[in-house]
C-alpha cells in the first residue's frame, strides 16, 4: 500500500490541474459556473452520503454477525420482506430526487437560447485550426483570440467550426459546448468578476489541439464601451517608423490577415493586435516571441496553416514594429 502513496501524490497533483485557478472549472467566476459547480457538489455529496451509510452498515453486519465457533444455525431469512423492500426502494427515489430537480431545472434554463435577447451581448464564436474568431455582429466588430466581455451582462454565443470539430470552454464561466461544421451550437455565459480568464480547445482536433488557447478578457461595462469604440476608431495613421513594415506586411501577410474593424479573413483578423493577451494565444506578448513566432509558425504550433514566409532578420523586425502600431 505505502509503495502506492507517491503515485496517490502525483496523481492528486496532475488532477487539480496544476493550480491555475483562471483554468478551473471549481473557481467559477459567474452564475452558470456557479450553478454547474453546485451540481457537482450535489451530486457528489449524495454519492458520498451513501458510500458512507453503505460501508457503515456493510463493516457493521460483517463484525456483528459473522458466523461464530460451532455456531452452525441459519439466521434469519429476510428475502421478501416488506418492509426492508420499501426502504431500499423509496430511499433510493428520494435521493435521486433530490438530484434530478436542481439538475433538470438547470439543464433547459442553461439551454435558454439569448440569441434574441436585447441586454445581452451577441458574439459568433468560430474554431479553426488551431486559434478562434469572434465576431460581434451587432458591434460590428471582428477579432481573434482575445474575447473580451463585459461583466454583469449575458454573453449569447453562437459556436461553429470553419473545418474540423472543436469544443469551446471557458473554466471558470461554464461550459463547455461542440464547436462543429455546418451546425449553430447555442449557449450563455455571464462574467460577474473583473479579470483576464484562461479558454481552451476541449476536443481532440489536429497536432495542436492542446495549442489552441485563446484568452478572457472580462472587463468593467466602462472599459467594454471604451473597448468598442477603440476598436472602431478610424485606425491611426501608421508613424514613417512603421512604414517599411507595413510595405512588408502587405506584401506577405495580407493576403491571409486583414486588419479592418469587421473584416473577415482566412487567418485571424489582427486589428486591435498589439493590445493582445498573447501571441497565437500561447506566446507571452513580446517582440521576441512574436518574432519566433513569425519565423517559424510551426515549429511552436504544429500543423497550424500558417506558413513559414521566409522574411529576413530585417523583415521581421521592421514588420514586427508595424504590427506593435495595431492597438
Ligand atoms: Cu480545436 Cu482541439
Known amino acids: 500500500m505505502w509503495r502506492l502513496a507517491p503515485l496517490?501524490?502525483?496523481?492528486?497533483?496532475?488532477?487539480?490541474?496544476?493550480?491555475?485557478?483562471?483554468?478551473?472549472?471549481?473557481?467559477?467566476?459567474?452564475?452558470?459556473?456557479?450553478?454547474?459547480?453546485?451540481?457537482?457538489i450535489l451530486s457528489l455529496s449524495v454519492m458520498i452520503f451513501v458510500f458512507v451509510v453503505v460501508m457503515a452498515i456493510y463493516i457493521y453486519v460483517l463484525v456483528r454477525y459473522r458466523r461464530r465457533k460451532g455456531d452452525n444455525k441459519i439466521p434469519k431469512q429476510v428475502e421478501g420482506n416488506h418492509k426492508l423492500e420499501i426502504l431500499w426502494t423509496v430511499i433510493p427515489i428520494i435521493l435521486l430526487i433530490i438530484i434530478a430537480v436542481p439538475s433538470i431545472t438547470q439543464t433547459f434554463d442553461q439551454a435558454r437560447d439569448m440569441r434574441k435577447e436585447k441586454d445581452a451581448i451577441h458574439v459568433n464564436v468560430i474554431g479553426h485550426?488551431?486559434?478562434?474568431?469572434?465576431?460581434?455582429?451587432?458591434?460590428?466588430?471582428?477579432?481573434?483570440?482575445?474575447?473580451?466581455?463585459?461583466?454583469?451582462?449575458?454573453?449569447?454565443f453562437d459556436v461553429v467550426s470553419a473545418d474540423t470539430n472543436h469544443s469551446f470552454w471557458i473554466p471558470v464561466l461554464g461550459g463547455k459546448i461542440d464547436a462543429n461544421r455546418g451546425i449553430h451550437n447555442v449557449f450563455y455565459l455571464k462574467s460577474d468578476?473583473?479579470?483576464?480568464?484562461?479558454?481552451?480547445?476541449?476536443?481532440?482536433?489536429?497536432?495542436?489541439?492542446?495549442?489552441?488557447?485563446?484568452?478572457?478578457?472580462?472587463?468593467?461595462?466602462?472599459?467594454?464601451?471604451?473597448?468598442?469604440?477603440?476598436?472602431?476608431?478610424?485606425?491611426?495613421?501608421?508613424?514613417?517608423?512603421?512604414?517599411?513594415?507595413?510595405?512588408?506586411?502587405?506584401?506577405?501577410?495580407?493576403?491571409?490577415?486583414?486588419?479592418?474593424?469587421?473584416?473577415?479573413?482566412?487567418?485571424?483578423?489582427?486589428?486591435?493586435?498589439?493590445?493582445?493577451?498573447?501571441?497565437?494565444?500561447?506566446?507571452?506578448?513580446?517582440?521576441?516571441?512574436?518574432?519566433?513566432?513569425i519565423n517559424d509558425p510551426l515549429a511552436e504550433k504544429p500543423g497550424a496553416t500558417m506558413p513559414k514566409v521566409g522574411l529576413n532578420d530585417d523583415q521581421l523586425n521592421e514588420v514586427i514594429k508595424y504590427l506593435d502600431t495595431l492597438k
Open 8 to 40: 496517490i501524490g502525483v496523481l492528486a497533483f496532475i488532477l487539480t490541474g496544476c493550480g491555475d485557478p483562471t483554468l478551473s472549472a471549481l473557481t467559477p467566476k459567474g452564475p452558470v459556473a456557479r450553478d454547474q459547480m453546485f451540481l457537482m
Open 129 to 156: 485550426q488551431f486559434w478562434w474568431q469572434f465576431e460581434y455582429p451587432d458591434l460590428g466588430i471582428t477579432t481573434a483570440q482575445d474575447l473580451v466581455i463585459p461583466t454583469g451582462k449575458y454573453v449569447s
Open 193 to 293: 468578476e473583473v479579470g483576464i480568464f484562461k479558454g481552451k480547445c476541449a476536443e481532440l482536433c489536429g497536432a495542436s489541439h492542446a495549442l489552441m488557447d485563446f484568452k478572457v478578457n472580462s472587463v468593467s461595462s466602462a472599459e467594454f464601451d471604451a473597448w468598442v469604440n477603440k476598436m472602431k476608431a478610424p485606425p491611426a495613421a501608421v508613424p514613417a517608423s512603421a512604414a517599411k513594415g507595413e510595405q512588408i506586411f502587405k506584401d506577405n501577410c495580407m493576403s491571409c490577415h486583414a486588419t479592418g474593424v469587421n473584416d473577415k479573413s482566412f487567418g485571424p483578423n489582427l486589428n486591435g493586435f498589439a493590445s493582445r493577451e498573447m501571441v497565437a494565444g500561447i506566446l507571452e506578448h513580446n517582440d521576441a516571441n512574436l518574432k519566433r513566432w
